[in-house]
């Protein structure tokens, strides 16, 4: 069995927040060209934990989203530790409807611990803001395609990646709660992350095994953070091959896979 094979799952959670982890910004020069940032939810203002653009991917029009991070404490300040406000939110879906009125497929790069909770975010709406997300995000005609690139984080990492097809990179966790937050709340003892991490089976291996995710992208030898470039340019391939297989459907079969492929997420009896 391979080194990559045998790392538990809290220590691909503490390599999912490693401070030289590429993030949007670095995911972005490396795989698309001709990009324009954009700003603003026309709202309330500018959310910097939320990146936008139009782009080219292999020539291909694109809307591209991503949860912002910064690998020196200045920039992840700058950022709020990647943590989106409400505007972040609407100024994501505000891309994403403009992505479906010119037919752009939509590419989502998530990275965040979970969307800012403070009481300015609550005040100005963050559930609202990520549950119309959820709803609108179900109903696009439009090709999406999500990667967790880093944490992925409760209904903050949701709020970009209702897609057609979420990917993972291998050191990536996806979760509803951080370890330590997990076994502070269910067993009084923050000590116990690493059985947390385990039992909460945020990796990617749990995740594609559960039907959750739909591909793991390897990472070079030690992680994403020792190489960028050869980061990118696999999960640029991943993400061609994938927009390649939406391009050659329909809207409707796209939006009706969507919505199927949430709906048959968890276990629910029908009680009649």
Known sequence: ???????????????????????????????FTDVLELHGDRSFGDDPAMYTAIARLEGIPVTVIGHVKGHTVQANIASNFGMAHPEGYRKAMRQMKQAEKFGRPIITFVDTPGADCGVGAEERGQGLAIAEN?????????????????????GGALGIACANRV????????SVISPRGFASILWKDPTREKEAAQTLRMTADDLLALGIIDEV????????????IAAADVLKVNILK???????????????????????MGQYKIIE
């Open 167 to 174: 990917l993972m990179l291998e050191n990536a966790t996806y």
């Open 217 to 228: 992208i390897p990472e070079p030898e030690g992680g994403a953070h020792l190489d960028h």
């Open 134 to 154: 959820l709803r609108d995000m179900m109903g696009l005609r439009v090709p999406i395609i999500s990667t967790v690139i880093g944490e992925g984080g409760s």
């Open 242 to 264: 994938n927009l390649s297989d939406l391009l050659e459907k329909d809207k409707e079969m796209i939006y009706n896979e969507r919505y199927e492929k949430f709906r048959k």
């Open 1 to 31: 069995m391979s080194e990559k094979q045998t790392v538990d799952a809290l220590t691909k959670f503490t390599l999912s927040r490693h401070k030289d982890r590429p993030g949007v910004r670095d995911y972005v020069s490396h795989i």
